[in-house]
């Protein structure tokens, strides 16, 4: 399997913006899950975001493409990135179960991959799409300060928050716990 990835970190009032932002580059944003396979649920910004823990992007022509594969115990379809043309954004920020941790952030996409003998590779139209995405989404949010960041890109409101409430990264690089 092959893939790209970018990790990052977004302070909480950093995630309504970055939503929009993927809609008026023309992503569709969907839910992870469904009630109906092939038939996937648009995310409406006005919900609590702190109920959404992966959104997955893709333009209209691609929606047509999105494999689910279905969790019997939960009567419910889960987006496949495996075999689907989008991108998964993981949102991080805060969990439900305690406001002093920021968990990490992710873009990520499958370029191919391996099912039994045979590789399936993703269309250049997406490989394309994706790529563009994942710059437009830099340049807009991301920056790395190797002070606070180490290797990992931040947005500058994250990088004031950590500054304000002297949280430390994890030594695993995945979240920020406030003392």
Not at 2 to 29: M, R, Y
Not at 37 to 54: E, R, T
Not at 72 to 86: F, G, M, P, T, V
Request: aromatic letters at 16%; proline letters at 3%.
């Amino acid at each position: 399997m092959n893939s790209k990835q970018v990790n990052f970190f977004l302070a909480p009032e950093d995630q309504a913006e970055v939503i929009n932002f993927f809609t008026e580059v023309g992503c569709e944003v969907v839910q992870e899950n469904t009630r109906k396979s092939g038939q996937p649920v648009y995310f409406d910004i006005k919900k609590d975001l702190k109920d959404a823990f992966h959104l997955y992007l893709c333009t209209p022509e691609f929606l047509e493409t999105l494999a689910f594969r279905c969790l019997e115990c939960r009567q419910e379809y889960y987006i496949d990135i495996l075999k689907s043309n989008a991108i998964e954004f993981s949102i991080g920020g805060f969990y439900p179960y305690s406001n002093k941790e920021i968990h990490r952030s992710r873009l990520y996409f499958v370029s191919r991959y391996c099912e039994g003998d045979s590789l399936f590779q993703r269309d250049e139209e997406f490989l394309f799409w994706a790529d563009n995405i994942f710059k437009a989404f830099k340049k807009a949010f991301l920056v790395k300060d190797k002070s606070i960041l180490r290797d990992i890109y931040g947005t500058r409101n994250l990088i004031n928050w950590v500054n304000r409430t002297r949280a430390t990264m994890t030594v695993d690089g995945s979240k920020f716990i406030v003392p």
